[in-house]
Nanobody
């Protein structure tokens, strides 16, 4: 099983990016999913998560109102729309699968990580 994140890049402060996460040979629609990020020298940090259907979402305080997690189960893809990006959003972004179906938790141990991540760099 391999998750593949894409869509990262370099953007100026105030700009937007949309990240995608997909998998081959693995049906993501069977799972609650999440996005995490890790900046250099810092611990991996929860960003957002959503239920299997995508109807319920949970965003961290740091990104609430700026980022939106969503999914298209017909495309086996989870997205992270990031608006009003700031330099402090610079990190490698990873998607993750919920171990137990929960999407309302920020605990790292509740998720599995299988992707290589995608780099997001925000310049000031």
């Amino acid at each position: 099983v391999q998750l593949v994140e894409s869509g990262g890049g370099l953007v100026q402060a105030g700009g937007s990016l949309r990240l995608s996460c997909t998998a081959s040979g693995y049906t993501l629609s069977n799972y609650a999913m999440a996005w995490f990020r890790q900046a250099p020298g810092k611990e991996r940090e929860f960003v957002a998560a959503l239920s299997q259907s995508g109807l319920s979402t949970y965003h961290s305080y740091a990104v609430k109102g700026r980022f939106t997690i969503s999914r298209d189960n017909t495309k086996n893809t989870v997205y992270l729309q990031m608006n009003s990006l700031q330099p402090e959003d610079t990190a490698v972004y990873y998607c993750a699968v919920s171990r137990n179906g929960r999407y309302d938790t920020e605990r790292l141990s509740e998720y599995n990580f299988w992707g290589q991540g995608t780099q997001v760099t925000v310049s000031s």
